[in-house]
T-cell receptor
Framework: SQQGEEDPQALSIQEGENATMNCSYK?????LQWYRQNSGRGLVHLILIRSNEREKHSGRLRVTLDTSKKSSSLLITASRAADTASYFC????????????FGGGTRLMVKP | EPEVTQTPSHQVTQMGQEVILRCVPISNHLYFYWYRQILGQKVEFLVSFYNNEISEKSEIFDDQFSVERPDGSNFTLKIRSTKLEDSAMYFC????????????????FGEGSWLTVV
């Protein structure tokens, strides 16, 4: 599989529940970023986590990073219908480059 | 909050025509990028631009594509002789520092330009 693969590909939950999305990657990284994309819209940056960090919080979002397993998770707590979107992880692949490699995304649907 | 702006939001063009997609990056940012997303597929890197020159490009970014910063605010992507497979959402992005900077770096994306080649 390619760098930055999200799991699950699709997730449907009820409003108020928590949503967990996972991302796996292949190479070493310096940073991993999570983005949200509403249907047909732009990419909204959510959180950046560096390779020396294990967890970061931003409001209802919690991101973890396990570099030994080459994986990250995004947790959205107390989900709302407005959280319905696709969520992508993106990595820098740890080289000197200045490009992000995106995963295929998780499509989250939050039912009211 | 400052944002990356892109025009047009939608463009339909005939196969073989040239297209210019325009972007205004965030004003104090120094690095500029173009990415694209074919419908239903992953977001793919095209090119990065710094100090008035291309710093990196992907295999997708062949001679059909070019980028330019014609003035102090705009950043453009030109696609020559468009093909059906160029139909995609094209995202402009910008960042203050290099992705590998010690503090980590956030890349901000615009809303995208939908290009449909018919």
């Amino acid at each position: 599989s390619q760098q930055g693969e999200e799991d699950p590909q699709a997730l449907s939950i009820q409003e108020g529940e928590n949503a967990t999305m996972n991302c796996s990657y292949k190479t070493s990284i310096n940073n991993l970023q999570w983005y949200r994309q509403n249907s047909g819209r732009g990419l909204v940056h959510l959180i950046l986590i560096r390779s020396n960090e294990r967890e970061k919080h931003s409001g209802r979002l919690r991101v973890t990073l396990d570099t030994s397993k080459k994986s990250s998770s995004l947790l959205i707590t107390a989900s709302r219908a407005a959280d319905t979107a696709s969520y992508f992880c993106a990595t820098d692949e740890g080289n000197a480059g200045n490009m992000l490699t995106f995963g295929g995304g998780t499509r989250l649907m939050v039912k009211p | 909050e400052p944002e990356v702006t892109q025009t047009p939001s939608h463009q339909v063009t005939q196969m073989g025509q040239e297209v210019i997609l325009r972007c205004v990056p965030i004003s104090n940012h120094l690095y500029f990028y173009w990415y694209r997303q074919i419908l239903g597929q992953k977001v793919e890197f095209l090119v990065s631009f710094y100090n008035n020159e291309i710093s990196e490009k992907s295999e997708i970014f062949d001679d059909q594509f070019s980028v330019e910063r014609p003035d102090g605010s705009n950043f453009t992507l030109k696609i020559r002789s468009t093909k059906l497979e160029d139909s995609a959402m094209y995202f402009c992005a910008s960042s203050k520092t290099h992705l590998q900077s010690a503090s980590g770096n956030t890349i901000y994306f615009g809303e995208g330009s939908w290009l449909t080649v018919v």
